[in-house]
């Protein structure tokens, strides 16, 4: 019966964050559109991307999917710490219900909102021209693998936002993220960049996402055929269920334990 109690409570508490969907539409509408903004300043206006093969949209567009991804830490972090500036943390762990429920209902919201961000994101790339030339299958592994990270960074935010504390300290955050996000190849092959610059690029996490999502779909990921592929290019596919896995390994039972401490 406790089990039945705290998927009851946990869906509480989901249906509690998507209520805030309604009560603060222009949010929810910002944190859609902003991908989408960057997709077309990087498409449009930036555009072009050095040394890809292929129309760059083609390598743009899921790039921009393994960002969007990483950047949704940020959110997860400000909701947390909104929560617990409110004394809404400490009131929910007051009440008899699962002590679980608060941290499974954010993670669930989350990754509903990520996956509709993705929907959008993917709309508009179709849009400008994206397309993927696999199979269904393949595509769908490609956006759970997207998803995978994202469930990965979300917990990551959790742990983040109650080390954190206040909102105030989440810019300080932003800081690191943005720098680590676009030290990626999201927008440009690490074979375009100087050799020690594309071997950090290439072992980041949102790369071998964006690498193995584009082997997924169909499109191009190198710089060319005669490149010679690098262990991390070649094997992408692995380094984008491992790095998340290992991610979640360190900051889940962080995130556990730190909630299970704020009271004391």
Not at 239 to 253: D, E, I, K, R
Request: glycine share 10%.
């Amino acid at each position: 019966m406790s089990a039945t109690w705290a998927v009851s409570d946990s869906w509480t508490m989901t249906r509690r964050e998507l209520a805030h969907w309604a009560r603060q539409p222009v949010q929810v509408v910002v944190g859609l559109v902003f991908p989408v903004m960057l997709l077309l300043m990087f498409g449009f206006l930036v555009g072009g991307g050095r040394g890809i093969d292929g129309e760059y949209v083609e390598f743009l567009v899921p790039g921009m999917f393994a960002l969007t991804m990483a950047f949704g830490l940020e959110a997860t972090m400000t909701a947390v710490t909104r929560d617990l500036e409110k004394g809404v943390v400490d009131r929910f762990r007051a009440m008899p219900m699962s002590s679980s429920a608060v941290l499974v209902g954010r993670s669930v919201a989350d990754m509903i909102q990520s996956a509709v961000g993705l929907v959008v994101l993917a709309g508009v790339g179709l849009l400008l021209g994206w397309r993927w030339h696999g199979s269904a299958a393949a595509a769908l592994a490609a956006f759970a693998l997207l998803l995978l990270l994202r469930f990965a960074m979300l917990w990551i935010g959790i742990h983040l936002g109650m080390v954190a504390g206040r909102p105030e300290l989440v810019q300080a955050v932003q800081i690191l993220v943005w720098p680590v996000g676009f030290l990626s190849n999201a927008f440009a092959t690490p074979q375009s960049m100087p050799g020690w610059l594309g071997a950090v690029v290439e072992w980041n996490p949102m790369s071998a996402t964006a690498t193995a999502v584009r082997d997924l779909f169909g499109n191009p990921a190198a710089a060319s055929a005669s490149a010679a592929p690098s262990w991390a290019f070649e094997h992408a596919g692995l380094l984008a269920v491992g790095w998340p896995l290992l991610l979640l390994a360190v900051f889940f039972p962080l995130a556990v334990r730190r909630f299970r401490g704020l009271s004391k």
